[in-house]
C-alpha cells in the first residue's frame, strides 16, 4: 500500500513538468518573436531569454528532486 502511494505522489510530482515545457516554449518563442520586430536588441533579449530559460528549468530540477525523494525516502 505504501508503495502504492509513493508511486502516486512521485507521478503527481512529475505533472509540473508538463508546465515547464510550455514554459520553455514560451519564452524562445517570445524571443523570437521579439528579435524579429527589434533585431537591434537581439543581445539583450537573448540575455533575458536566457535569464528565463535557467529560471523555468529550475522548476523541473525542483520537481524531479522532489519525485526522487518521493520515491526513495
Known sequence: MTEAAKLIGAGSAVIALAGVGAGIGIVFS?????V????????????????????????????LLLAFLILYM
Open 36 to 63: 524579429s520586430r527589434n533585431p537591434m536588441m537581439t543581445k539583450q533579449l537573448l540575455a533575458y531569454a536566457l535569464l528565463g530559460f535557467a529560471l523555468t528549468e529550475s522548476v523541473a530540477l525542483f520537481a
Open 30 to 34: 517570445s524571443l523570437i518573436s521579439s
